[in-house]
T-cell receptor, first 111, second 115 residues
Framework: SQQGEEDPQALSIQEGENATMNCSYK?????LQWYRQNSGRGLVHLIL?????REKHSGRLRVTLDTSKKSSSLLITASRAADTASYFC???????????FGKGTKLTVNP | DGGITQSPKYLFRKEGQNVTLSCEQN?????MYWYRQDPGQGLRLIYY???????QKGDIAEGYSVSREKKESFPLTVTSAQKNPTAFYLC??????????????FGPGTRLTVT
């Protein structure tokens, strides 16, 4: 029942650089969410973007949504070592109450 | 201090034994969820509950059971019927359900190892 799929699977950058992660999904959605997971911890909600929104900002995070291409991107600007984590997109599964998570992008920010 | 607690953080069991993972929330959320996470697999939904005394199977419910006797609590039992129980288990809650609209709040997880 995989809905969202993140790309790339892994990303390694230097502190201060920007990091971009992408998410593609298969069916129409009314919203898309991004979560962060530090190693061995629970997930933390970052942003929810609705289908009628094209872009949303939260601090150093910028999320875009292109419903025509069924894709979303998460941009982290001026990355820090503390941003090292896995990032997941999550979408509703086919009109049900369930949220389906992708396999995630593992981001490493080197100091 | 509101949030979701899971206990214990690490759990070790022998094959053939049932084991119950605890999940408690004080956020007054109606909906609660159990996910399993394996390396490289992302999160897979085991069970979810929208209201007390009601729950639904997720994508990988076989070998698991749950109960929802109180709004705050949603324990997960991993039975001996689960073929590959070793995994990281995450509990989550949200204000409600409905088209995946609500953000989910996650507990810190329980890492279960069965040998």
């Amino acid at each position: 029942s995989q809905q969202g799929e993140e790309d790339p699977q892994a990303l390694s950058i230097q502190e201060g650089e920007n990091a971009t992660m992408n998410c593609s999904y298969k069916t129409s959605i009314n919203n898309l969410q991004w979560y962060r997971q530090n190693s061995g911890r629970g997930l933390v909600h970052l942003i929810l973007i609705r289908s009628n929104e094209r872009e949303k900002h939260s601090g150093r995070l910028r999320v875009t949504l292109d419903t025509s291409k069924k894709s979303s991107s998460l941009l982290i600007t001026a990355s820090r070592a503390a941003d090292t984590a896995s990032y997941f997109c999550a979408t509703p599964q086919g009109g049900s109450e369930k949220l389906v998570f992708g396999k995630g992008t593992k981001l490493t920010v080197n100091p | 201090d509101g949030g979701i607690t899971q206990s214990p953080k690490y759990l070790f069991r022998k094959e053939g034994q049932n084991v119950t993972l605890s999940c408690e929330q004080n956020l007054n959320h109606d909906a609660m969820y159990w996910y399993r996470q394996d390396p490289g697999q992302g999160l897979r939904l085991i069970y979810y509950s929208q209201i007390v005394n009601d729950f639904q199977k997720g994508d990988i419910a076989e070998g698991y059971s749950v109960s929802r006797e109180k709004k705050e609590s949603f324990p997960l039992t991993v039975t001996s019927a689960q073929k590959n129980p070793t995994a990281f288990y995450l509990c989550a809650s949200s204000i409600g359900v409905g088209q995946g609209t609500y953000e989910q709040y996650f507990g810190p997880g329980t890492r279960l190892t069965v040998t």
